[in-house]
């Protein structure tokens, strides 16, 4: 059996680079294809990617600076990938991966990490960050044929796969069909016992917008006598330092060593996005340490409220300042045991078994005849 995973692009490691890492432990033969691969050699090493077959995005310029201007000619790269050998490809896509074409005879299950977000549900969000009329003017056209060409490609694929219930709710709303929801892996801590706690809070991410971490470090402005620590750099790194109050401290960027440190010394980790899944806040847990995050998105499936962190309402300083003072006269209930045993369910082993399964059983059904079974189907024990 052939087998061929599709994943958007290559140009740093993230969550759903992780997820392609743990489908190459499943299946190490598989043919890599994407719209371009810009990964440092180190960066291939860590999750395991031999070579990649890549679209024509590849060779035009200003793709590895620019990728995202180059929005309206993905959905024509991504079907020119030839996937015509394979008879079993498996999609990882939070943009147009899902949208490869494939014969009748030729299973393919999709790993659909989001719909297009920027297209569909927080379109109207993303152009109010942009202040140039131009530009959100021509957007909206470009986003509109972009859903339509998303609509119609949902089609594709055999079977959905969401990395959460949050995002299967999306697939039905959006796509009108149903998905099978598989937790992405989590790279979990190897630590015997955990780390003396330091005393500060931390809020970890890209330093974005809708990241809302604005929200946090104002939040701590109404709470002088706590630390906050916050790792990453961004675009917004420059006037967060300008509004941040003398107990707020910008690590920058730091390596996953020093950052799974600072999570396991803190007293608790701070997450205000809106997220589909939210691996951090899991990596978080797994260090022992309890996570204040906003109660939408993934992270109601990930945190359980009043055991392993606590939840609130709005992405809003008054309201994240409330839940840390509501933390901090309950902060003995939270163990570090309690913590590492819910981020133990998002465990890699767990995806990659759940994962071989599935496409297994689909397999099973894909050859049976209450499914539509054709003579001279790839996986039929006849037409082999």
Partial sequence: MRVAIVHDWLYTIGGAERVLQEMLACYPDADV?????????????KIGLKSTQTSFLQKL???KRSHRVFLPLMPIAIEQLDLSPYDLIISSSYAVAKGVLTGPDQLHVSYVHSPIRYAWDLQHTYLARNPNPITSFLARPLLHWLRVWDTRTAHGPDMMIANSHFVARRIRKVYGRKAKVLYPPVLLS???EPLPKKGHFLAASRLVPYKNIEAIVR??????DQQLVVAGDGPEGARLRKIAGPNVTFAGFVSDGALREL???ARAFVFAAEEDFGIISVEAQSEGTPVLALGKGGSCETVVDGRTGLFFDTPEPSAIAACVRQFLTREAEFTPENCR???ARFSADRFRDDLRAYVAETISAYT?????YVPGNRFSTESR
Avoid: N
Avoid at 34 to 44: A, I, M, S, V
Avoid at 368 to 372: A, D, E, R
């Fill in 190 to 192: 190897t630590r015997s």
């Fill in 61 to 63: 310029p200003f793709v």
């Fill in 219 to 224: 939040a701590f402005a109404e709470l002088p």
């Fill in 368 to 372: 049976s005849s209450s499914v539509g």
């Fill in 33 to 45: 294809f994407c719209l371009f691969d810009f990964l440092k050699p180190e960066d291939r090493a």
């Fill in 341 to 343: 045993e819910q981020a």
């Fill in 263 to 265: 999570m396991a010394t």
